[in-house]
């Protein structure tokens, strides 16, 4: 940003040097106050942003304020979010975009959509329905204490920080009980079924000896380095900790789960039984695909898709010589002994060994690459059951901090290796961990772009790189490439269900049935992906309208450049500003399809 302050300044310098008229530099010297003007505000924004949420500051390495969490449901905060949302909106608007740089106007317009759908989204009571079995601080704290996320446990000042944010944490937990009594007096509650899958989460953190519990963890590693006097000082104080603050608070949520929410949380799955339930998901489905396609729309779509995919599904089972119908290929696939591991290890070491050969084959398709590094990691026992099969949680810019795909081997048998090279595209390579990377690597951008996020574009990207399986090398095994059918058919059955079990009014069986009936699914993860869908609205709708979207323009762009295409530059342009609305992504690429003619 300051340099691309320096450069407008450097060029009014130059201008007048060069005895440009009175009026050119009177409008360069403007656009040099608004661009100055506008970086101001965005730097002023994310330092009070990271002040208002001390995870996000300690996820993306700025450890200042790892001594607390934030109350994000509790009113206060929720009226100083709001304020601050009115207050730089207002500001934003003063400044004249007109006079901006392509790339200042891009940034202008994408903090004004942050801010307004911020704004919009505070008439929906989300905070009344604060946790559940998918996102739920009971289960995110766990990773945090025990030493698997983002809070460091290297110094001693890490560890006095935990414990400060021990203090918090049980706050945050009165507090959900607060909002969630509210809700259940407003008729604002969760699905019971979710909150049923939620309690043994909570209760596995609920032991009698301190020194077994997971957030004793941490202390069985104490630095090297660490005095006698500091080492003895730290177990006592987490023995205390443990015992008397973060059990206790688990249990205050386990018995008020049980003993009354339970009993008040409703037996219907959709948004649509909320109050204002309708707008509300209409709200999530905007927010989510940053289109303005409606539920319906999104279920035809889907509808299609699921239709063409299983069309390429019969024609791998004629490569394989499979005799049968697609259900019978479906319950071959997930059955046969052929396409499983006997030990969960065995997966995750499988995992590992793709990771230099399709680094290599990136190579192929790709011209900029993350310099961070990732790892696998297994997905923790505690969260297992209800985890999806695999997720990404980004590092840090400097590398301290490597990004993590987390691979579920929850039920080994229900994980087929044929879903592998798909689900390692999609997570890891050149899935999200070069989009997500990238974009966080990149000083270029206004730190808000560099660590912000538009659910369609990321999960999109995702999307459309386990498309590249083939073009990338890997597909070879035709079971592989039917893995990659499969999981592009799973985002195309989310459109179905997502929107059936919100807007159309099915129930969990509904959903169920149609995932059994259409794809090779396992009861397992159909079970857990359903109950997604109920926690999440709408997110599941993001990668398949932004794979879509991304492939769509990449045939526009192809069409049009004809031999001057080149792939690597194209992926270039996708990832180099990180995410934005899909048709932002659109103009963006069209801008840039001109200027390669």
């Given at each position: 940003?300051?340099?691309?302050v320096?450069?407008?300044i ?18 360069e010297?403007?656009?040099v106050?608004a661009?100055?003007t506008l970086?101001t505000?965005?730097d002023e ?5 990271l002040e208002?949420n ?6 993306i390495?700025d450890?200042?304020?790892?001594d607390?969490l934030a ?6 905060y929720?009226?100083?979010?709001t304020a601050?949302d009115?207050e ?12 901006l740089?392509?790339?200042?106007q ?5 903090f004004?959509?942050k801010r307004?759908?911020?704004?919009e989204?505070r008439?929906f009571?989300?905070?009344l329905?604060?946790?559940?079995q998918?996102?739920?601080?009971t289960?995110?704290f ?8 983002v ?9 006095d ?10 706050l ?7 909002n ?11 699905p019971?079924?979710?909150m049923e ?6 209760d596995s953190q609920i032991?009698?000896?301190?020194t077994a ?5 941490p ?6 380095d ?5 080492r003895?000082r730290?177990i006592?104080a ?6 008397n603050?973060?059990?206790p608070a688990y ?12 009993g ?15 707008a509300w998901?209409?709200y999530?489905?905007r927010l989510?695909t940053t289109?303005?396609?409606?539920p319906?729309e999104?279920?035809?779509i889907?509808?299609d ?9 019969r024609?791998?089972m004629?490569?394989?010589?499979f005799e049968?119908?697609l259900?019978?290929?479906?319950e071959f696939v ?6 499983f591991?006997d ?8 995992y590992r060994?793709?990771s230099?050969?399709?680094?290599q084959l990136s190579?192929?398709?790709?011209a900029?690459?993350?310099e ?15 985890a999806a099969?695999g997720?990404y ?9 490597p990004?993590v795909?987390?691979?579920?081997a ?16 999609h ?7 070069f989009q ?5 690597e990149?000083?270029?951008l ?9 659910t369609?574009?990321s999960?999109?990207?995702?999307l459309y790189?386990e498309?590249?399986g083939k ?23 989310r ?6 079990m919100h807007?159309k009014?099915?129930?969990r069986?509904?959903?169920l049935?149609?995932m059994?009936a259409?794809?090779?699914v ?6 857990a992906?359903a109950?997604?869908?109920m ?9 398949k309208i932004?794979q ?20 690597k530059?194209?992926?270039t342009q996708?990832?180099?500003d990180g995410p ?6 659109e103009a ?6 001109e200027?390669?003619l």
């Amino acid at each position: 940003m300051k340099n691309s302050v320096a450069a407008l300044i450097a060029v009014v310098l130059l201008a007048a040097g060069c005895g440009g008229t009175d009026n050119q530099a009177a409008n360069e010297a403007t656009a040099v106050d608004a661009t100055t003007t506008l970086h101001t505000l965005f730097d002023e924004h994310f330092e009070r942003g990271l002040e208002m949420n001390p995870l996000r500051a300690t996820s993306i390495g700025d450890y200042r304020f790892n001594d607390r969490l934030a109350n994000s449901n509790s009113p206060e905060y929720i009226a100083a979010a709001t304020a601050m949302d009115q207050e730089f909106l207002r500001r934003l608007l003063k400044i004249d975009r007109g006079v901006l740089s392509y790339q200042d106007q891009l940034s202008y317009d994408l903090f004004r959509i942050k801010r307004e759908q911020s704004l919009e989204g505070r008439q929906f009571p989300s905070h009344l329905q604060p946790i559940n079995q998918f996102y739920a601080i009971t289960s995110s704290f766990v990773q945090l204490g025990s030493g698997t996320s983002v809070h460091p446990f290297k110094t001693v000042k890490d560890y006095d920080d935990f414990l400060s944010r021990a203090d918090d944490f049980a706050l945050i937990v009165d507090q959900i009980i607060t909002n969630m009594k509210e809700g259940m007096r407003q008729g604002v509650t969760q699905p019971r079924i979710l909150m049923e899958k939620l309690l043994p989460q909570i209760d596995s953190q609920i032991v009698d000896d301190p020194t077994a519990s997971r957030f004793f963890a941490p202390l069985s590693e104490l630095p090297a380095d660490f005095s006698d006097a500091d080492r003895e000082r730290l177990i006592a104080a987490y023995e205390d900790k443990i015992s008397n603050t973060i059990i206790p608070a688990y249990r205050r949520i386990s018995n008020f789960l049980g003993d009354e929410y339970l009993g008040a949380a409703r037996e219907t799955v959709g948004l649509y039984a909320q109050p204002n339930g309708e707008a509300w998901y209409a709200y999530m489905v905007r927010l989510r695909t940053t289109t303005d396609l409606t539920p319906e729309e999104i279920h035809q779509i889907g509808l299609d898709e699921v239709a063409r995919i299983q069309d390429e599904m019969r024609g791998v089972m004629e490569t394989v010589g499979f005799e049968g119908g697609l259900a019978e290929f479906f319950e071959f696939v997930n059955t046969d002994e052929q396409f499983f591991y006997d030990e969960p290890e065995e997966l995750i070491q499988g995992y590992r060994d793709m990771s230099d050969h399709i680094t290599q084959l990136s190579k192929n398709l790709f011209a900029v690459f993350p310099e961070s590094a990732f790892e696998v990691r297994r997905v923790e026992p505690f969260r297992e059951a209800s985890a999806a099969g695999g997720s990404y949680r980004s590092g840090t810019p400097d590398g301290s901090r490597p990004g993590v795909f987390y691979a579920n081997a929850y039920n080994i048998k229900a994980r087929g290796k044929w879903a592998m090279e798909s689900l390692f595209l999609h997570e890891a390579i050149p899935g999200h961990h070069f989009q997500i990377m990238l974009q966080r690597e990149n000083e270029d951008l206004p730190k808000f772009r560099r660590f912000g996020r538009f659910t369609a574009y990321s999960e999109g990207w995702g999307l459309y790189a386990e498309s590249l399986g083939k073009e990338l090398g890997v597909y070879t095994d035709p079971y592989q490439y039917f893995g990659g059918l499969n999981a592009e058919l799973w985002r195309s059955i989310r459109l179905v269900v997502d929107t059936g079990m919100h807007a159309k009014q099915w129930s969990r069986q509904d959903v169920l049935d149609y995932m059994y009936a259409n794809s090779a699914v396992a009861e397992v993860r159909a079970v857990a992906e359903a109950e997604r869908f109920m926690a999440i609205p709408g997110q599941a709708l993001a990668y398949k309208i932004g794979q879509l979207k991304i492939r769509e323009i990449r045939n526009n762009a192809e069409a049009r450049l004809g031999d001057k295409f080149s792939v690597k530059d194209f992926h270039t342009q996708i990832l180099q500003d990180g995410p934005m609305p899909l048709s932002m992504l659109e103009a963006k690429l069209a801008r840039w399809v001109e200027s390669q003619l």
